[in-house]
């Protein structure tokens, strides 16, 4: 059953960055031909690009964009849920709106091309709105306790310079951006001791193994996605229970400008 587009579908968080275009052509692409992997193709991205692009939107809005289609001639494609109609709906009335603004500011003195590249774009493949909820000195560091804007349940502790903190603004109650790159998260297939920080239980959906290591895609038990890596030969397979971990000073924080 396809989820309704005013049940907690968070705009700002999907549409805020230029880092999301390509993410909504593959929503695009799938609305029109029902496949992940025919989306691939033409934005010309791997499949496992296009699932990562996908858990990413998700974890940003907050709600299903894409759910599977059972049977058919193909065996089964995907479907964008209200939710992902409703979304794609709102880029192109935001892309028509900033378009308008620069070509503005282009007449005004060729300030469009500067506003243009306040984007950014970020190779960390693990990504959450998260919310402030505490600040605790540690020395000269300072561990920012995080709760996820859109999935509560989501726990995390970044470690950073008071410095930092301080240009950042960061107080409780600011919503930003946490983000971690991939390669940092661990994935176990036994719980750390008891107390440890940033370990988070789920469930393998998809596994690539390779000689340095065997890469990790999971849903945790908080609903959000996680991508990390174990060692070669882990002896992971999808659907185990696992849990994934990633030290606080691994945690990049992103205040939105």
Known sequence: MQSS?????????????????????????????????????????????AWQALDTLTNLAGVPLVERAVGGAGGGGALLTDAGHALLVAHAAMAQARAEVLARLQGAGGQGSAAARLGWRSSMRNQWPVLVQALQADGPLVRVHLQGAQAPALQLVARITHESAELLGLAPGLALLALCKATAVQALLQAPAPGSSNCWPGRVRRLAQGPAGDEVAAELDAGVQMVGFAPAGSGLTEGVRLWLQVDESALVLAVPG
Not at 14 to 40: M, N, T, V
Request: zero cysteines.
């Open 5 to 49: 587009p005013s049940s907690g579908l968070a705009y700002a968080q999907a549409l805020g960055h230029e880092s999301a275009d390509k993410r909504i052509d593959i929503l695009r692409q799938i609305g029109a031909g029902g496949s992940i992997s025919q989306a691939a193709r033409a934005v010309g991205i791997s499949y496992k690009a």
